[in-house]
């Protein structure tokens, strides 16, 4: 199994360009989670969802999107990049049965 | 909002010593938990406590939780250079929403030196 996949795993953009993240878990987790990893800020909750077709908003939803199409991808996307969206952006996952979850490697974004 | 805190935010000890790490949180939880981060990583779970216990072990890890001063400590006895990592606790939201929402504290950074 490869668990949670993200792509990609690096990227930078110019203010004001859009893009996705795509996240995949291959683990039949119900639950999946977009966080992001800002230095000495931990990790902040953006969105999540708790089944396909389904999303809810996190800490820190603005300026980001999502979509759970399936019930094994979660994409993040952000709309018009901003520089205060640098960060590393972490996908999870988690089954409704069990608390932990599991996390991808991560996308290291860059808005210039 | 940040709802848990790790104190140290760092620590260095030698091969073979113990490392203790606490975590202090706000408001009422389901549940806590324990994650590892190595350099340039995703995040790895490694124990997670539930309200109604005070102590649990897992390997050379011991845990335990104090609800009524709102702390957890996370010890790794017999510390190898291989636990040198960031460690999290994290904090369900109890939102009853059944999300399993996590609350991240900081991050102790922990260096073992061989």
């Known amino acids: 199994n490869a668990g949670v996949t993200q792509t990609p795993k690096f990227r930078v953009l110019k203010t004001g360009q859009s893009m996705t993240l795509l996240c995949a878990q291959d683990m039949n987790h119900e639950y999946m989670y977009w966080y992001r990893q800002d230095p000495g800020m931990g990790l902040r909750l953006i969105h999540y969802?708790?089944?396909?077709?389904?999303?809810a908003k996190g800490e820190v939803p603005d300026g980001y999107n999502v979509s759970r199409l399936k019930k094994q991808n979660f994409l993040l996307g952000l709309e018009s990049a901003a520089p205060s969206q640098t960060s590393v952006y972490f996908c999870?996952?988690?089954?409704?049965?069990?608390?932990?979850?599991?996390f991808g490697p991560g996308t290291r974004l860059t808005v210039t | 909002s940040q709802q848990g805190e790790e104190d140290p935010q760092a620590l260095s000890i030698q091969e073979g010593e113990n490392a203790t790490m606490n975590c202090s949180y706000k408001?009422?939880?389901?549940?806590l938990q324990w994650y590892r981060q190595n350099s340039g990583r995703g995040l790895v779970h490694l124990i997670l406590i539930r309200s109604n216990e005070r102590e649990k072990h897992s390997g050379r890890l011991r845990v335990t939780l104090d609800t009524s001063k709102k702390s957890s400590s996370l010890l790794i006895t017999a510390s190898r250079a291989a636990d040198t990592a960031s460690y999290f606790c994290a904090t369900d939201a109890n939102s009853g929403a059944g999300s399993y929402q996590l609350t991240f504290g900081k991050g102790t950074k922990l260096s073992v030196i061989p």
């Open positions: 408001t009422s939880i389901n549940n």
């Open positions: 999870a996952s988690s089954s409704p049965l069990r608390g932990e979850q599991y």
């Open positions: 969802s708790v089944g396909e077709g389904t999303t």
